[in-house]
């Protein structure tokens, strides 16, 4: 079957680095989606892999290991608004979305 | 660009009322459309696929009967949520995805239904 395992909820300090693992089983593979959810909104976009190797886009990185069927998402410099649930989803051989059940980061003072 | 719109953003209903739900890719063409359900503290849960111009394929457990969707063209799809029950409360995401690439989807804001 297909499944996608990701923490329930994480905890991090103000300012500091946090790091959200995300493991993918899934038919066939043809990327993998970070996605950033505020209560009450629709999922925002935040990177798409599809090669092995790290993808850094400001405060926030993406890492992809196919070989391994693992990603993370790495936050730095963490601000209040951070405070989100972040979504991994991989998509499979029919380009399908399979969806992790989020980890929501709670981002303390 | 690639901007999704969703109306109405809010909705409250009596039960046993039907409720259609817009929504519309602004800037692109849909070839297909996503319907999403997401309950509090739950991650999004597919309900169906549709692509222009053909019935919808819904996912396992889904009432196609009770959630009709219709994809009449390349830029709007509706959900109508009918004979509407308090268990049918939810936050319900559409997303588009278009000829350009084959796997990003753009997502709308959303709908909160509340049925009483």
């Known amino acids: 079957g297909q499944n996608i395992d990701q923490p329930t909820e994480m905890t991090a300090t103000e300012g500091a680095i946090v790091q959200i693992n995300c493991t993918y089983q899934?038919?066939?593979?043809?990327?993998l989606f970070w996605y950033q959810q505020h209560a009450g909104e629709a999922p925002t976009f935040l990177s798409y892999n599809v090669l092995d190797g790290l993808e850094e886009k400001g405060r926030f990185s993406s890492f992809l290991s196919r070989s391994k069927g693992y990603s993370y998402l790495l936050l730095k410099e963490l601000q209040m608004k951070d405070s989100a649930s972040y979504l991994c989803?991989?998509?499979?051989?029919?380009?399908?979305?399979?969806w992790g059940a989020g980890t929501k980061l709670i981002i303390k003072p | 660009g690639a901007v999704v719109s969703q109306h109405p953003s809010r909705v409250i209903c009596k039960s046993g009322t039907s409720v259609k739900i817009e929504c519309r890719s602004l800037?692109?063409?849909?070839?297909?459309m996503f319907w999403y359900r997401q309950f509090p503290k739950q991650s999004l849960m597919l309900m169906a696929t549709s692509n222009e111009g053909s019935k919808a394929t819904y996912e396992q457990g889904v009432e196609k009967d009770k959630f009709l969707i219709n994809h009449a063209s390349l830029t709007l799809s509706t959900l109508t949520v009918t004979s509407a029950h308090p268990e049918d409360s939810s936050f319900y995401i559409c997303?588009?995805?278009?000829?350009?690439?084959?796997?990003?989807?753009?997502f709308g804001p959303g709908t909160r239904l509340t049925v009483t």
């Open positions: 800037d692109f063409q849909a070839t297909t």
């Open positions: 989803a991989a998509i499979d051989s029919n380009y399908q979305l399979i």
């Open positions: 899934t038919s066939g593979f043809n990327g």
């Open positions: 997303s588009a995805r278009g000829e350009l690439a084959a796997y990003e989807q753009y």
